[in-house]
């Protein structure tokens, strides 16, 4: 069995090799050749090996920048202990601590100089392209998957086989195998000849590679003995046969073929974006012309260096160049290619990966071009195993066709066809050379930077309003000072003199502030010049003065000679508000593709850093990579929480920057804008709401969320996020009677207490979406903060009213026209709290004093309940603090008021019945009572909104107890009483009625005071009143005959008191049967009174009209209220009148 060398060479035009033979059993085993293809030195990529740094705060948490000297094992710089996940089938073994740095073994300058090699590659001309961009991503995506060698490979292999075979960790480069051969032995370059040699395992799973050479060695003959001491039955013949049965050949080819399809484009970017890189560093160091620069430009298809990312992804080719490929056999050799001009015929030669000068000369002759192109070749010391590879006893053809289409698909063809075909035992073919650089611009990208500068350029409220007066004080006053240090202040004087006398003292009492503001405060708050009233101050004054510490210390400040009432005037027309809003549109749209990349490269950087530490697994990480690459923005959902503004707004929907990424198939990944952990991968809504519920109870992560949050929002989604995260025990209820109705009052509080979130499916990318978010943000800062001149002449007026209002309120109780003063004044409060929620902002605090300023005014109708009623709004508008400490509350509690509501309100099946012997269709419920289980069944049917009448199951009674509130106002009118209806009342008009108790009334055992038709107003006799009181006034509240007061009425029922039971109780007596030896009862049914809020109380004249409009008619009427007036009810200065006891008609009552 021979072997043969070639060394190629030109003579007389053509390519002449020569062939040295030699026997292959034992030269080729022991690798010797007289050709020796040239070794090129280490790759150094920054992402692929260790870093040591000397203790540096610049460069703690780098990404992986390193130098070229230490070792090549792949470990990570965040995380040591965990390298880079690697490609399926292939482990990394154990790594091995790195040593100690000392100060020996590394030198002081060490920081330096990788500070020199990372600010030389952050400024090169590549650098721009990667950083901050989804190619990092990707490089960093082909680094963790790139192949390992073929030595690595097999090497894990037979380590994974020696385990198999012998339960023990064997080393495959430890264990040998001697092979002998008496016939043919090796000669070495000595001329020594050797007829036996000793090769490692790993040795002989190499030769696998080359069938020609496996099958020398199985010729050969072979010391059967045991590998191992320890394991006896593993003999060097069976570890043979093992080896040659392993697929290492196909399989290895199959993983650089995975690699190829997963990677080839990334690859053919990197690839041209590392050319481009040294082709600009060339230009620099006069290594290249620059004809030939612009002509390697044009040949990748660009008229000038790329500015963007995109266009490295581009393919095309320039109409003034012309590119040609080496081939030898047929075979194009990679990486190397040459440039020509179609017009002047200036060639240049490019090697992928080599250094030095671009070899440059003239001709249009193929030839000439293939023979330039092998000489570069063999210059350049890199392509020794192209020559390995070449067949035997073959003639070898040199070709330079050209390249049709893009130049850097061909070149990456190539390299990854000359990878897959090679298949000699000791190959150098160096894959990543072409990429090399590309993968060190990537390792020194900075993944803990600096804020971006477009921060600083963020137009704010404080800064843009210093920039206007700072103009304001050059233009008007030819002054260049920091307006920050020019302050406005009253100066009292050094006397007053009150203003009035004892008799007559002033209405009004105002004392200026005296605390200096700055001109941008002046212009945010809309200044004023403010004036003492109700007094005379000598000698003070308002003063604009200048203080260079910027304490607003006018003591030491220099009075400037401004006029305040000049500068009322300039800030009163400059229309800030509307000027800040325009500045805000024309910098976030302006500025949006740089707001947008900045979002973006805090994205990349955070899930390199996350992945890094192990909080973001390989999986997820590709789908970050393919999202970014091919965005998707259906698949992104933003999450918010509900946020309860002012009491009349509805639930307001608050999104942050919680995004979430769903992909079919893949975990689902929350990404947390601006937090230190801002990816967190979760399988469902369970985990995402566990994720929650732990997070918001770090004060650090509520402060991160606040940054995507309107100011208007912190103090209460503060207050929400506590509760989710059970750090904050939640306010007591608004009512303590009722708890239940704190729903309605502080909706968001039960939200957050149930964990529940809104989210909504994004239009756009991540990033366009916060852009908007952002956007969103500061118009509603900037609306909020900046006073208007509206604002400031509703507060004015608002003042003097309500002033006016504390005035009146005394003379009100004593003169009428004092009162309706009050009311009018009243409703001018109103009106200018209803015209101030329509200010620019959320004006919650307007809109929630608008609110209690209508109610107030509205709830003069139901004069006995205002007080209580305006208990509870108070509460609404200052929600009670509780004075106990903050506890942390569970899951279980948070549901605490559910069990509240359900003791009050029990489920109701309504349906829909006619009502008896009319035709009207009503809703109603059936009662059921515990007092007796021999009672008639009582049904309660919805009279409209604001009734219930209650019937029992036998029908409609004659007679109609109406048991409610009631109450008159100055402006109620009369109703007229409806005909064949005989009302009765019980009380006098103008008294208050003390509770008769409903069974009483139905018994009969509670006398009227009085009754009225159609006909006749009369009393009731025998009553307590004096005779010459009792008028027509006084029974029907109205001279009218045949009308009567129409009286507000309102609901009177509790929980407590005459209850919904208590009530089913009564009208089920009315109509029990004689047999039982109860008296004959007269049957009447009972209306009441519902509440519904927002709605206005109704009146008698709304329940006759309901009655009328059902067809309902009842004989005698019982109206069961108060007949007092509000406003005396209000002042507790009725009268209040009992009902007389009359004998008992039923006297069996149970």
């Not at 995402?688 to 989604?717: D, F, G």
């Not at 008009?989 to 009085?1010: C, I, M, Q, S, W």
């Amino acid at each position: 069995m021979l072997g043969h060398a070639v060394s190629l060479f030109q003579h007389d035009g053509k390519l002449q090799y020569i062939v040295m033979t030699f026997p292959i059993s034992l030269a080729e085993i022991m690798g010797i050749h007289s050709f020796r293809p040239h070794v090129m030195p280490p790759i150094w990529s920054p992402l692929r090996q260790d870093t040591l740094f000397h203790p540096s705060s610049l460069l703690l948490e780098q990404t992986s920048v390193l130098r070229p000297e230490h070792s090549s094992s792949r470990h990570d710089t965040l995380n040591a202990s965990m390298p880079f996940i690697l490609p399926d089938g292939f482990s990394v073994p154990e790594p091995t601590p790195l040593p100690a740095v000392t100060e020996e073994s590394e030198p002081k300058d060490a920081a330096p100089h990788i500070e020199r090699q990372l600010r030389a590659m952050r400024n090169s001309a590549g650098f721009r392209l990667i950083a901050d961009s989804t190619l990092l991503l990707q490089a960093c995506q082909l680094d963790m998957d790139f192949p390992p060698t073929r030595q690595d490979y097999v090497r894990q292999q037979l380590t994974t086989l020696l385990t198999q075979t012998s339960d023990k960790a064997l080393d495959p480069d430890a264990l040998q195998i001697t092979f002998s051969n008496d016939d043919r032995p090796a000669v070495d370059d000595s001329g020594h000849e050797h007829y036996s040699v000793s090769l490692s395992l790993t040795d002989v799973a190499l030769a696998s590679f080359e069938p020609a050479h496996f099958q020398a060695l199985s010729r050969s003959t072979l010391a059967d003995i045991s590998l191992c001491e320890d394991t006896p039955a593993l003999t060097t013949a069976r570890m043979f046969k093992l080896i040659g049965e392993l697929p290492l050949k196909r399989n290895y080819n199959a993983v650089l073929q995975t690699f190829r399809t997963r990677h080839e484009a990334a690859w053919r970017t990197l690839s041209r974006l590392a050319f481009l890189d040294n082709l600009a560093r060339q230009l620099n160091h006069r290594h290249i012309s620059r004809d030939g620069y612009w002509l390697t430009l044009d040949a990748l298809g660009l008229d000038r260096f790329p500015a963007a990312t995109d266009t490295l992804s581009m393919s095309g080719r320039g109409e003034k160049s012309e590119v040609r490929a080496l081939m030898l056999n047929g075979k194009q050799v990679p990486e190397i290619f040459q440039i020509s001009s179609k017009t002047t015929s200036h060639c240049f030669i490019h090697i992928l990966g080599a250094k030095g000068n671009v070899i440059e000369y003239i001709s249009d002759d193929p030839r000439q071009m293939s023979r330039r192109l092998l000489a570069a070749m063999n210059a350049s010391g890199l392509y020794g195993q192209v020559f390995l590879s070449l067949e035997q006893h073959a003639g070898i053809v040199v070709e330079a066709p050209l390249i049709e289409g893009d130049l850097f698909t061909a070149v990456t063809q190539a390299s990854f066809a000359g990878l897959l075909a090679d298949s000699h035992a000791r190959s150098t073919l160096d894959l990543l050379r072409p990429v090399a650089r590309g993968l060190a611009l990537a390792g020194a990208a900075d993944l803990l930077q600096t804020q971006p500068s477009i921060l600083e350029q963020i137009p704010v409220a404080s800064k843009m309003a210093g920039q206007v007066m700072a103009s304001y004080l050059q233009e008007n006053h030819t002054l260049t000072i920091n307006p920050e240090h020019v302050f406005i202040a009253y100066r009292p004087g050094y006397s007053s003199t009150p203003l009035g006398n004892p008799r007559l003292p002033p209405t009004s009492v105002h004392t200026p502030d005296p605390r200096p503001i700055s001109l941008s405060e002046a212009l945010i708050s809309n200044y004023r010049v403010d004036h003492p009233a109700g007094y005379i101050d000598h000698g003070g004054s308002t003063v604009v003065f200048f203080d260079p510490t910027g304490q607003g210390d006018s003591e030491q400040g220099q009075v400037l000679d401004i006029s305040p009432q000049a500068l009322e005037d300039y800030i009163t027309a400059f229309d800030f508000l509307t000027w800040m809003t325009q500045r805000i549109h024309d910098f976030w749209d302006q500025q949006r593709t740089a707001i947008e990349q900045a979002f973006r490269t805090t994205f990349i950087n955070q899930a390199l850093i996350s992945l890094k530490r192990g909080s973001l697994t390989r999986g997820t990480f590709d789908l970050l990579v393919d999202t970014l690459a091919h965005p998707a923005p259906h698949n992104w959902r933003s999450l918010g929480f509900f946020v309860q503004g002012a009491l009349i707004d509805a639930m307001q929907q608050q999104y942050t920057g919680l995004l979430v990424l769903e992909q079919p198939g893949s975990p689902n990944v929350l990404y947390q804008a601006g937090h230190a952990d801002a990816f967190i991968e979760f399988a469902d809504d369970t985990a995402l709401k566990l994720h929650l519920s732990r997070a918001t109870a770090s004060p650090e992560w509520r402060e991160t969320v606040m940054r995507y949050v309107p100011r208007r929002h912190h103090q209460r989604l503060d207050y929400l996020l506590k509760l989710w995260g059970g750090t904050q025990a939640p306010n007591p209820p608004v009512s303590i009677l009722r708890p239940w109705i704190d729903a309605l009052y502080n909706p968001d509080t039960r939200q957050a207490m149930n964990h529940s979130l809104c989210e909504k499916r994004l239009e756009d990318t991540p990033f366009a979406f916060l852009h908007r978010l952002l956007k969103q943000n500061a118009l509603d800062d900037a609306e909020d903060q900046i006073v208007t001149s509206t604002q400031v002449t509703l507060a004015d007026w608002t003042d003097r009213l309500q002033q006016l209002q504390r005035l009146l309120v005394p003379m009100s109780l004593l003169l009428t026209p004092a009162l309706v003063a009050s009311l009018a004044t009243e409703i001018g409060i109103t009106s200018l709290a209803i015209a101030a929620t329509h200010l620019p902002g959320s004006r919650y605090a307007e809109k929630n004093q608008a609110l209690l300023a209508t109610l107030t005014l509205g709830l003069l109708q139901l004069a006995p309940h205002t007080p209580r009623m305006l208990r509870s709004l108070s509460r609404i508008v200052k929600p009670a603090v509780s004075s106990s400490q903050t506890v942390a509350i569970t899951l279980d509690r948070a549901f605490g008021t559910r069990p509240l509501r359900r003791q009050f309100v029990t489920p109701r099946q309504t349906r829909l019945e006619k009502f008896f012997h009319t035709d009207a269709l009503l809703k109603r419920w059936t009662v059921s009572t515990a007092v007796s289980s021999n009672l008639l069944q009582v049904h309660a049917w919805k009279l409209g909104k604001r009734f219930l009448l209650w019937t029992s199951d036998r029908g409609q009674a004659r007679t109609l107890v109406v048991s409610s509130h009631g109450y008159y106002t100055p402006w109620s009118r009369t109703v007229k009483i409806p005909n064949g209806t005989e009302i009765r009342t019980y009380a006098p008009h103008g008294y208050e009625l003390v509770d008769p108790k409903l069974h009483r009334v139905v018994n009969k055992n509670a006398r009227p005071f009085a009754l009225s038709n159609t006909a006749v107003h009369s009393v009731m006799q025998p009553t307590p009143l004096e005779p010459l009181l009792l008028t027509d006034k006084l029974i029907a509240g109205t001279s009218l005959p045949g009308r009567l007061k129409n009286y507000s009425l309102s609901k009177f029922q509790t929980t407590t008191s005459e209850s919904y039971d208590e009530i089913a109780s009564v009208v089920g007596n009315s109509r029990a049967s004689p047999l039982r030896g109860w008296l004959p009862p007269t049957p009447m049914d009972v209306l009441t009174v519902r509440n519904r809020f927002g709605m206005p109380p109704p009146s008698l004249a709304d329940l006759f009209e309901s009655l009328s409009i059902q067809g309902i008619h009842y004989d005698r009427i019982l109206l069961v209220h108060c007949r007092c007036a509000a406003i005396s009810a209000l002042m507790n200065r009725s009268p209040v009148y009992h009902a007389p006891t009359a004998s008992s008609v039923i006297a069996n009552m149970a």
